[in-house]
């Protein structure tokens, strides 16, 4: 069965680094999104891409997040300079249509630990 | 708001009980989604029902959605120690992006 991959699994940085997190999305869905889990709190979305763009961000994404779609398979999400509070599970999801009508499926998800 | 809100926050249950939670939220809504997550890792999904679907099932899940109530209910049968997890109702609307709850872990005793 399909399924979203995400590379790597833990990722252990020093605060002011920049890292990328990798996703690949399942291969007929339109639709990609990027969400974090901070420990014993709750899922909150980060952003949505569509077409090649943004298609929504939250308050969460400001200027030190980006996120490119640099081939036909790969989602990344870029974080340039990292704090000690982008320490998180983050979530990488897909699906064939926008939310309103389908199931998104999530990736395994990426341990950010920012020293 | 959209985000919903799970209810207990966490259950303890016998294995072969049945385990119901609870999920309310606050605004209008086109689907709502239940996922699973086992201790530390990603999130499974399990059932996503329509605004304009009352009862949905999936195997041993029941989901019901009372959309005047603005509350869905998630019922897993029979359960089974491999249930033990915590499960999550996530709203979608016009937008995006899916809203989650802070969860409902849920103990299968053996």
């Known amino acids: 069965e399909p399924e979203v991959t995400q590379t790597p699994s833990h990722q252990v940085t020093q605060m002011g680094q920049e890292v990328i997190l990798r996703c690949v999305p399942i291969s007929n869905h339109l639709y990609f999104y990027w969400y974090r889990q901070i420990l014993g709190q709750k899922v909150e979305f980060l952003v949505s891409f569509y077409n090649n763009e943004i298609s929504e961000k939250s308050e969460i994404f400001d200027d030190q997040f980006s996120v490119e779609r640099p081939d036909g398979s790969n989602f990344t999400l870029k974080i340039r300079s990292t704090k000690l509070e982008d320490s998180a599970m983050y979530f990488c999801?897909?699906?064939?249509?926008?939310?309103?009508?389908?199931?998104?499926?999530f990736g395994p998800g990426t341990r950010l630990t920012v020293l | 708001s959209q985000q919903g809100e799970e209810d207990p926050q966490a259950l303890s249950i016998q294995e072969g009980e049945n385990a119901t939670m609870n999920c309310s939220y606050k605004?209008?809504?086109?689907?709502l989604q239940w996922y699973r997550q086992n201790s530390g890792r990603g999130l499974v999904h399990l059932i996503l029902i329509r605004s304009n679907e009352r009862e949905k099932h999936s195997g041993r899940l029941r989901v019901t959605l009372d959309t005047s109530k603005k509350s869905s209910s998630l019922l897993i049968t029979a359960s089974r120690a491999a249930d033990t997890a915590s499960y999550f109702c996530?709203?979608?609307?016009?937008?995006?992006?899916?809203?989650f709850g802070a969860g409902t872990t849920v103990t299968v005793r053996a």
């Open positions: 605004t209008s809504i086109n689907n």
């Open positions: 999801a897909s699906s064939e249509y926008g939310t309103s009508y389908n199931e998104q499926f």
């Open positions: 996530a709203t979608g609307s016009n937008d995006y992006k899916l809203s």
